[in-house]
């Protein structure tokens, strides 16, 4: 069972580039999440997926997107990178959303916009 | 506003007991949470509190004061390998994470 799993690893993107985040999970959760993590700031929520068909915005959404169009899958697309969007990112996945289940994460894509 | 505060970094020595605190200021609360994350990876789960106490597991164990929006993670025993940095998450009434900056530990020999 891998669990989830991230790609790229890592990337280097040139300003004003499309790309797109991939993330897997094999564990059948329900929820997930797209956090990002810069040094010094915790980790912040991007967007999230309670089930999949739905999608919501987290607390720095602007510049990305998602979708769920299944249970394993939820890719992050940043349409047109900027420099600020330099940073770790991680896909993250719990049974439910609405309860305090316990979050696991992916190994992280490091991206970095030039 | 949401405020979830923990010490930058921290070091101890191998062998020793280490209290890392975390007080925090949200919308609602729905749990703490406490994970760890070596460099360059992932974070993964360390331990969950809801109600006031001491919640203990194995080498790890972490208290929480809901009155006074604090907690704590005791780590006993120290190993080199507990070199790490350690973050505290609170649920707020939206069942969303927020996370602390993370407090990194240094364990010397």
């Known amino acids: 069972i891998a669990g989830i799993t991230q790609a790229p690893t890592s990337q280097i993107l040139a300003a004003g580039r499309r790309m797109t985040l991939r993330c897997t999970q094999d564990?059948?959760?329900?929820?997930m999440y797209w956090y990002r993590q810069d040094l010094g700031l915790g980790l912040r929520l991007i967007h999230y997926s309670n089930t999949a068909g739905t999608t919501g915005k987290g607390e720095v959404p602007d510049g990305y997107s998602v979708s769920r169009a299944n249970t394993d899958d939820f890719p992050l697309t940043l349409a047109s990178a900027v420099p600020s969007q330099t940073s770790v990112y991680f896909c993250?996945?719990?049974?439910?959303?609405?309860?305090?289940?316990?979050?696991?994460f992916g190994p992280g894509t490091r991206l970095t916009v030039l | 506003g949401q405020n979830i505060d923990q010490p930058t970094e921290m070091t101890a020595t191998e062998g020793a007991i280490v209290q890392i605190n975390c007080t925090y200021q949200?919308?609602?609360?729905?749990?703490l949470f406490w994970y760890q994350q070596h460099a360059g990876e992932a974070p993964t789960f360390l331990s969950y509190n809801v109600l006031d106490g001491l919640e203990e597991k194995g080498r790890f164990s972490s208290f929480l004061s809901r009155s006074k929006g604090y907690s704590y993670l005791l780590l006993k025993e120290l190993q080199m390998k507990d070199s790490a940095s350690y973050l505290c998450a609170i649920m707020d009434s939206n069942y969303q994470l927020i996370w602390g900056a993370g407090t990194k530990l240094i364990i010397k020999p």
């Open positions: 564990m059948r959760h329900n929820a």
């Open positions: 949200t919308s609602g609360f729905n749990g």
């Open positions: 993250a996945s719990s049974v439910e959303d609405s309860s305090t289940d316990t979050q696991y």
